[in-house]
């Protein structure tokens, strides 16, 4: 199979250069001149816990992007997603499975705007990764995929995908309720990034603040009402199970949340497609939700300040 991975950043590079080591065909599509560049003269170079290397993988600018492609992997930030898809609209004319496992609400809404459902798959994972700098990252850690086709026209399609993923070692799964999933991740996201960004502080040190569980069941109760209003089955225990897990030092408690770290380097966040989404939503459906109103409305001003 061909696969084209349109945002070449931190986790787009990641997969790009798993699926290229276990024998895929890759292309690395991306709209950053210099990281193109670096990675077309040089090769990706990849730091991990136990060594680095660089992998010779072919880049292009998303501008630039033709040619034919089985699978199209989207990895930009939800609110840059639109943006790309325009871009890449010649690739995919012509790709029998686009992807998306980025994070937030929204994202497969935004995918049926470019492309038909038939062809969309959707998911979570629990990979991750850095962006060091141009042509450079570094992939510590392992992680798994949950995904699903949104149509189920094509299973034998759907198999040989997931079996290409597991081949690379992602670690992949097809899911009976991917949106249940992506819920459940976003209302986690809902509750780490944002306090964690708003009081400068890691996962470990917002959870030993006497209040944290009280402040992040106020975001999660708002959630689950609004999830339920879109027959998403979600569950209070099954988001307070795991913000609870990772208080744990010994878990993820050093961990800095991405929203924290976009603020820090002055970049916009991914709120609008997490609070900012259950806000919008569960106005639309008359429910209140002025905690996860009020929390997108803070995270806006530190973008803005
Ligand atoms: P990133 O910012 O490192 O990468 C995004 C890439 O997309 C960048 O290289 C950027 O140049 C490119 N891009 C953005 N808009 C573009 C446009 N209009 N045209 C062309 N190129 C464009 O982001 P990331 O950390 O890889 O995250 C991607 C998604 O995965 C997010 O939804 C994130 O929340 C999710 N995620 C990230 C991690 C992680 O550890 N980094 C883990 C799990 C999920």
């Not at 943006?83 to 609209?89: D, P, V, Y």
């Amino acid at each position: 199979m061909k696969i084209a991975i349109a945002g070449a950043g931190a986790m787009g590079c990641r997969f790009g250069y798993m699926l290229a080591d276990s024998g895929v065909d890759v292309t690395l599509i991306d709209g950053w001149k210099t990281h193109v560049d670096a990675i077309n003269q040089q090769g990706l170079f990849v730091e991990t816990e136990t060594d680095s290397r660089r992998y010779s993988l072919p880049a292009m600018l998303a501008e630039d992007a033709r040619g034919a492609f089985d699978v199209v992997i989207l990895f930009t930030k939800a609110m840059q997603m639109a943006e790309m898809l325009q871009k890449i609209a010649p690739v995919l004319a012509r790709a029998k499975v686009v992807m998306t496992l980025s994070n937030g609400l929204g994202n497969i809404e935004t995918l049926e705007q470019y492309v038909d459902r038939s062809v969309i798959y959707a998911g979570v994972t629990l990979w991750s990764c850095e962006l060091e700098g141009p042509g450079h990252i570094r992939a510590t850690g392992s992680g798994n995929i949950e995904l699903q086709p949104m149509m189920s026209a094509d299973m034998a399609m759907a198999d040989r995908v997931v079996d290409m993923l597991n081949l690379a070692g992602l670690n992949a799964e097809l899911s009976a309720n991917v949106l249940l999933s992506i819920w459940k991740k976003a209302a986690f996201n809902s509750v780490m990034n944002t306090y964690c960004a708003l009081l400068d502080c890691n996962v470990g040190e917002f959870g030993k603040l006497p209040d944290a569980l009280n402040m992040a069941r106020t975001v999660v109760r708002e959630i689950v009402l609004v999830a339920r209003s879109q027959q998403i089955p979600l569950t209070e225990e099954m988001v307070m199970h795991t913000v609870q897990k990772v208080f744990d030092p010994r878990e993820s408690g050093e961990h800095y949340p991405s929203m924290h770290q976009d603020l820090h380097k002055g970049r916009l966040t991914e709120i609008d497609y997490l609070n900012g989404a259950v806000a919008r939503i569960g106005e639309a459906q008359g429910i209140a939700v002025p905690v996860n109103r009020l929390l997108t409305q803070l995270i806006h001003a530190k973008e803005a300040q």
